[in-house]
């Protein structure tokens, strides 16, 4: 969006300040992302109360009718409509044109927008290949909101990617809905591991980081594939949601603990300083103190890098919203806390290892006197240097642990 408004002239500002057109792209994953969406609504009315307040995206295509009760919402706009913003807002600047119908995700055939790509500091692009999901995890809206799996063609995102190395960006991010569907809608059998095939060839990208992956993904045939690619970092977000089977069933997750045991074992037996991180739901409906016993332990014996844990919020027209035995909030604390004490603990511990070791950082950013970047497997570390590091690739050897992160020896 910011891309085509910059082509029809427009300046982009920051959002807190003092602007003629405010954009909320709201996100409705789950109901604390409605609650922000709803209060940034309210803040831009506030920072100019004669400025247009634009709500797009994913809560205004499951909930317009909640959404256009926000009285600070000048216009809204659902998910695909956001390709033609610019008009639509200009439609309401010199027309006063305000109802903007919201076409049905489930009619989408195609995802072949160029120019998706969001830069991150100078050194990352985060690269969109698919859009949709058809997985239908019980307690998610994302396939109501996004539609069916639609994936970019590959000739556009290698030509997109082409043009990130020309401009100098070093590391690419693949990112997408579901991004272990892509290929699922094409007809040639063209799958994830065929675009990674490609585009590890791309001269000038060093890194190409997998965004959050569905775990059936890593099959034998992906692995033995990957293992001939030389720049995939070995860092995999395998997004779990819980560590016990009965639940994983009732959340429809298609997947039992001890497959994900084996993905993992195989991740690790070919890369081994493969770290993993990923997503974990509490308080799911009916998960009992022994569902989450079995969780606890499944977490603990795959030792995580990091674990991002989400209390469950129901999300209305989900399944999960209207089954039976849901979870108080004060057992949803309890059992978030519990598991952030673990990830504290398993963060820390993997990263006492690094100390006396060299390690390989993309510098990203300079921050009170340190250049800081990540480590290819996801760690991030920090030195001081009187050469500015930015966007290069250097080897540093770590003294110590500093705020979480890897500190080198000066
Ligand atoms: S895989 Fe499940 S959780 Fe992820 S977007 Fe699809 S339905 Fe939602």
Not at 76 to 102: L, M, R
Not at 157 to 177: H, M, P, Q, S
Not at 196 to 202: A, C, F, H, R, T
Request: glycine share 4%; net charge neutral.
């Amino acid at each position: 969006m910011i891309q085509k408004f910059k082509q029809k002239g427009y300046d982009i500002v920051d959002f807190n300040q003092f602007s003629d057109i405010y954009i909320v792209n709201t996100c409705t994953v789950t109901s604390i992302s409605d609650k922000k969406s709803r209060m940034f609504l309210r803040k831009a009315k506030k920072i100019n109360p004669r400025g247009i307040v634009v709500a797009c995206g994913c809560y205004v295509q499951v909930a317009k009718d909640e959404i256009e009760k926000i009285n600070e919402i000048d216009l809204c706009i659902g998910t695909n409509e956001k390709s033609d913003i610019v008009s639509y807002i200009e439609d309401y600047i010199k027309f006063n044109k305000k109802d903007i119908d919201i076409s049905d995700v489930f009619k989408e055939k195609e995802y072949c927008e160029y120019g998706t790509v969001t830069y991150t500091e100078k050194t990352r692009a985060v690269v969109k290949i698919q859009d949709g999901c058809d997985r239908f995890c019980t307690y998610c809206l994302i396939p109501y909101a996004r539609g069916r799996v639609r994936s970019r063609k590959p000739e556009n995102i290698l030509k997109e990617v082409k043009d990130i190395a020309k401009n100098g960006y070093k590391e690419i991010v693949i990112t997408g809905i579901h991004i272990a569907s892509y290929g699922k809608d094409f007809e040639n059998n063209y799958k994830l591991i065929d675009l990674l095939e490609n585009l590890d060839k791309i001269d000038g990208i060093e890194r190409i980081r997998l965004g959050s992956i569905e775990p059936l993904l890593i099959s034998e045939e992906f692995i033995s594939k990957l293992k001939n690619l030389k720049n995939i970092c070995h860092h995999f977000h395998l997004s779990l949601q819980s560590g016990c089977d009965e639940t994983l069933a009732r959340m429809n997750r298609r997947y039992t603990t001890n497959e994900f045991r084996i993905i993992v074992k195989r991740l690790r037996e070919l890369y081994s300083d493969c770290i993993l991180t990923t997503d974990i739901i509490v308080g799911f409906p009916g998960e009992t103190d022994e569902e989450f016993e079995k969780t606890y332990n499944f977490l603990k014996e795959i030792k995580f890098y990091k674990m991002h844990i989400f209390k469950y919020s129901p999300r209305k027209g989900t399944k999960a919203a209207i089954m039976e035995n849901q979870i108080s909030g004060d057992i949803k604390e309890k059992r978030s806390n519990l598991l952030i004490e673990l990830s504290n603990k398993n963060e820390y511990e993997y990263q006492k290892e690094y100390i006396g070791k060299e390690v390989e950082v993309l510098f990203e950013e300079k921050e009170d006197d340190y250049y800081k970047g990540h480590t290819a497997n996801y760690i991030m570390a920090k030195t001081k240097s009187n050469e500015n590091l930015i966007n290069k690739c250097c080897k540093i050897k770590i003294k110590e642990i500093e705020k979480n992160e890897l500190k080198a020896e000066q």
